[in-house]
């Protein structure tokens, strides 16, 4: 079952609480996110790619995903 955007961003919203998250796409397969989170600074990209994945708790396991592709920028605040 697809996920729509409002879904994504109150699973990131529970794992980044202050972040600035912007979720964009309207087939609910194929979405973009931008985290802006103070929690990646020091770590690198698959860092906080990885972080922000375990913060869908599934959601893009395997073919079985409710998510099956996630274009993300993750970046700490300037």
């Known amino acids: 079952?697809?996920?729509?955007?409002?879904?994504?961003?109150?699973?990131?919203?529970?794992?980044?609480?202050?972040?600035?998250?912007?979720?964009?796409?309207?087939?609910g397969v194929h979405m973009s996110a931008l985290v802006i989170d103070?929690?990646?600074?020091?770590?690198?990209r698959v860092q906080q790619q990885r972080a922000v994945y375990a913060a869908l708790k599934g959601k893009m396991d395997g073919?079985?995903?409710?998510?099956?592709?996630l274009a993300l920028t993750t970046k700490a605040p300037d």
């Open 63 to 69: 073919s079985n995903g409710a998510l099956h592709a």
């Open 38 to 44: 103070e929690s990646f600074r020091g770590l690198n």
């Open 1 to 27: 079952m697809p996920m729509h955007a409002q879904e994504i961003e109150d699973l990131l919203r529970q794992s980044f609480p202050n972040a600035r998250i912007t979720v964009e796409g309207d087939d």
